[in-house]
């Protein structure tokens, strides 16, 4: 039954829509027919394929995806949109392409932009997620924050990762990515880690599963146990270390990618990471604003003070600020305090914290939106992931607002914890209205 008319088009009009199936054209898959008959195309479309389209057919794709998910008879899934092509004898052959801007039967999501959530915890995602296209989650968020902790793993009732994972899938349905992050990036036997990958697919699906690559920097298997052992200092500075290994995860992003893996390239901080991490073809890259942002206000004002007093002691806190946030390495307690300075300075016109274009945190966003309009890669979205306070999401919503990005709108996913974007989902008012609504209704002064 229709309740809503989402197609009407005005008063004192006749609003004419055309269908796929008043083509007249024929498809021995009856059931398929079925699913797509009543889509909509335009007065052009239709123009162009009256009398060209003689039948439909549906690819081995279509078929096996609507098997793996049960989509319900005459419909199609959430997270795909439809693609045909015209061929010489008149066939339309119907596809159906991962997107996760479209929900079921081909309409597209409410707002360009897709939300997403960061967590492993079954609980919280099933309140938000018929909201999602997107889910990120990483062993940090898996084990720490969900199955070894008794407050949010009630009764211990999940025990492993792939439990988490299914449960999820279950909760969050076709429509939507799960991006899990591998447990060890620095497995050197690449057959392990697509073992690894497997079993990802077995519980999600191809279509569903994104793949987290991280970005390895100077930590490669050999001195990973630094970060494990000890006072867990690292002895290599983070722009210092082997070529070899700073491509590390770049190069296994494309072998994953080979391999017929969707990736979500991850740690991503700076703008300048993202150039070479678009040559390992990710479908989402990431821009990280929370910690880097309080860490530039905290920098700023070392240098503020410094510059005030002419007092070395703010640089010396500087450095020791620097080497508790490996911006130095283990080694470099007694790193000269000129250099400190100097590096302190460069961090701060980089990140544009003294100009509008990055005051509010978000000049990475703003630059790798970009770079998005100018890459060849049509289907990488950015994350904007990794925020926190009062003041994060609503300056990441104000710039959506901006005419500048609309081209690209369609191409960002927002993430957070669940709980942190529903705070944004209202405002005092919402209590004080609500009171006078309430008393109203119950017949109270």
């Known amino acids: 039954m229709q309740t809503v008319n989402y197609l009407g088009s005005g008063e004192g009009t006749a609003g004419i829509n055309y269908t796929l199936g008043a083509l007249g054209a024929v498809s021995e898959d009856r059931d398929e027919f079925e699913r797509v008959k009543r889509l909509l195309i335009s007065e052009k479309q239709f123009s162009l394929l009256r009398g060209v389209v ?37 066939l339309l052959k119907l596809e159906l392409v991962r997107d996760i801007s479209y929900d079921r039967n081909g309409i597209k999501r409410p707002t360009k ?29 898996v ?36 991006s899990v992050e591998l447990n060890n990036p620095f497995e050197k036997d690449f057959d392990k880690i697509l073992e690894e990958c497997e079993v990802f697919k077995k519980i999600l699906s191809e279509y569903r599963l994104v793949v987290k690559v991280p970005h390895t920097g100077p930590v490669n298997a050999g001195n990973v146990h630094e970060l494990l052992e000890g006072d867990k200092r690292f002895s290599v500075r983070y722009d210092q270390g082997a070529t070899a290994d700073a491509l590390w995860g770049h190069n296994l992003a494309l072998k994953l990618r080979e391999n017929g893996y969707r990736i979500n390239y991850t740690l991503m901080f700076e703008p300048y990471q993202t150039n070479m991490a678009l040559q390992a073809k990710p ?57 400190v300075l100097k590096t302190g300075r460069d961090i701060v016109n980089y990140r544009n914290i003294e100009t509008p274009y990055g005051a509010d945190g978000l000049d990475g966003v703003r630059h790798n939106l970009k ?16 925020m926190e306070g009062e003041y994060n999401y609503p300056d990441i919503d104000r710039l959506m607002a901006d005419p500048e990005y609309a081209d690209v709108i369609d191409r960002i996913v927002i993430t957070a914890e669940p709980g942190y974007l529903a705070r944004f989902t209202s405002t005092n008012q919402v209590v004080s209205y609500q009171r006078r609504f309430m008393n109203a209704a119950s017949g109270q002064k």
């Open 54 to 90: 003689k039948s439909l057919a549906f690819s081995a794709r279509w078929k096996d995806i609507i098997k793996t998910f049960n989509v319900p008879a005459g419909e199609t899934p959430p997270g795909f949109r439809i693609e045909s092509t015209l061929k010489d004898d008149g």
């Open 371 to 386: 770079l998005l309009r100018q890459c060849n890669l049509r289907d990488t979205r950015l994350i904007i992931c990794s």
């Open 113 to 141: 932009i897709v939300f997403s959530a960061d967590s492993a915890n079954p609980y919280e995602v099933a309140s938000i997620a018929p909201m999602l296209g997107n889910l990120t989650c990483n062993p940090g968020i």
């Open 283 to 339: 479908a989402f890259i990431n821009s990280f604003i929370r910690h880097r942002g309080k860490q530039s206000s905290a920098i700023k004002q070392f240098l503020d003070i410094y510059d005030l007093t002419g007092d070395a002691k703010y640089l010396a806190d500087l450095r020791s600020y620097m080497l508790a946030n490996d911006y130095l390495a283990k080694n470099d307690e007694s790193h000269d305090l000129l250099d």
């Open 143 to 178: 084990y720490d924050l969900f199955i070894n902790n008794p407050k949010a793993n009630v009764g211990g009732k999940f025990k492993t990762r792939d439990e988490v994972i299914t449960e999820i899938g279950r909760i969050l349905g076709p429509g939507c990515d799960i």
